[in-house]
């Protein structure tokens, strides 16, 4: 059974950082490209940051910028992404998503993940 697990979330100051895992059970990563997307109350969901299966492409959403990083460690079937200067309106439930890949091409849509996980809660106080 394929399974994608977030940790890391919590509570967190305005300007302060987390680091979020995206674990994966029942199959190895090498061959699936990965994004991060978050939803907050009331708001459409939206993406983050995305890699390559081999972690040589990624990308962020303008907003994240110079603050988050996402990288990943096949050798330990997990993804990361670091957040820093976290703000007040990225409060939200952040996912992680799969989609088998070859290439060395991200996914920019949500409609190109088949595989989800359960999400982390991030909350930044201000």
């Known amino acids: 059974q394929l399974q994608l697990v977030e940790s890391g979330g919590g509570l967190v100051q305005s300007g302060g950082s987390l680091r979020l895992s995206c674990a994966a059970s029942?199959?190895?990563?090498?061959?699936?490209?990965i994004g991060w997307f978050r939803q907050a109350p009331g708001k459409d969901r939206e993406g983050v940051s995305y890699i390559s299966s081999s972690g040589g492409s990624a990308n962020y959403a303008d907003s994240v910028k110079g603050r988050f990083t996402i990288s990943r460690d096949n050798a330990k079937n997990t993804v990361y992404l670091q957040m820093n200067s976290l703000k007040p309106e990225e409060t939200a439930v952040y996912y992680c998503a799969a989609r088998q890949s070859y290439t060395r091409f991200y996914y920019v849509s949500a409609n190109d993940y088949a595989y989800w996980g359960q999400g982390t809660q991030v909350t930044v106080s201000s």
């Open positions: 029942g199959f190895t990563l090498d061959y699936y490209a």
